[in-house]
């Protein structure tokens, strides 16, 4: 049995996605482990809290996958949309190194594959989500 991550996927205003520098100096999505009797989005919602300082309302999943942290050790990760509620002021906890925001085209390259597709995917549901034609004719 592995142990399960959920991670967010949260957008700013500008529409670029926040990513934060752990101490294997990779770049991953706000989130962590969840704790006994937690559901995955009370979780999710608690770790953005922790990790940024800011209140998210945690959204539809994303995806899943298997992700080998380090040879040999693998956790389960659950990737879901997220919503800032309020203003975006996040600052970055004890567990990173540094926080900052990326747009889906300029992702940095030690960002791990599985995340980077769950961005992508994200990026693609919201663009599915928003009308690119409004017109009423």
């Known amino acids: 049995m592995y142990p399960v991550s959920v991670k967010g996927i949260l957008l700013t205003p500008a529409h670029k996605v926040v990513l934060l520098l752990n101490e294997r100096e990779e ?23 922790e990790e940024l300082h800011l209140e998210v309302e945690v959204g539809t999943p994303i995806d899943t996958y ?7 050790k693998h956790v389960f990760i659950a990737t879901y949309r997220c919503t800032l509620i309020g203003p975006f002021t996040p600052s970055v ?16 390259v030690n960002l791990p594959a599985g995340y980077r597709h769950s961005i992508l995917a994200a990026y693609d549901l ?3 989500m928003t009308p690119t034609n409004t017109s009423t004719a």
């Open 27 to 49: 770049w991953e999505l706000p989130g962590g482990r969840i704790e006994l009797g937690e559901s995955s989005t009370a979780c999710l919602a608690r770790e953005i809290q």
């Open 66 to 72: 298997l992700f080998e942290v380090m040879p040999h």
């Open 93 to 108: 906890s004890h567990e990173h190194k540094r926080l900052d925001v990326f747009s889906p085209h300029a992702l940095p």
């Open 126 to 128: 919201s663009a599915n």
